[in-house]
């Protein structure tokens, strides 16, 4: 599984367990929720500066997105 996958999988489970729709993660992020469904998809890889404001808006730190479960 490559990190790309792995942000997918993280983001959309903390998305999740933060109770929060990609509209609404979007917002905070300042990005669109077809974005934020393209990453959760795995269709795009997210760049550093992305990575961040995700991050911020989710209150988690970056690496958080790209850690390894297991």
């Known amino acids: ?10 983001l959309r489970r903390i998305r999740h367990d933060k109770q929060l729709t990609q509209e609404e993660l979007a917002d905070s992020a300042g990005l669109s929720a077809r974005y934020i ?3 959760e998809r795995a269709d795009v890889s997210a760049s550093v500066t992305v990575l961040g404001q995700i991050a911020d808006a989710l209150g988690i730190e970056p690496a958080e997105l790209v850690k390894k479960s297991g």
């Open 1 to 10: 599984m490559d990190l790309k996958e792995i942000m997918a999988i993280n």
């Open 37 to 39: 469904g393209a990453v």
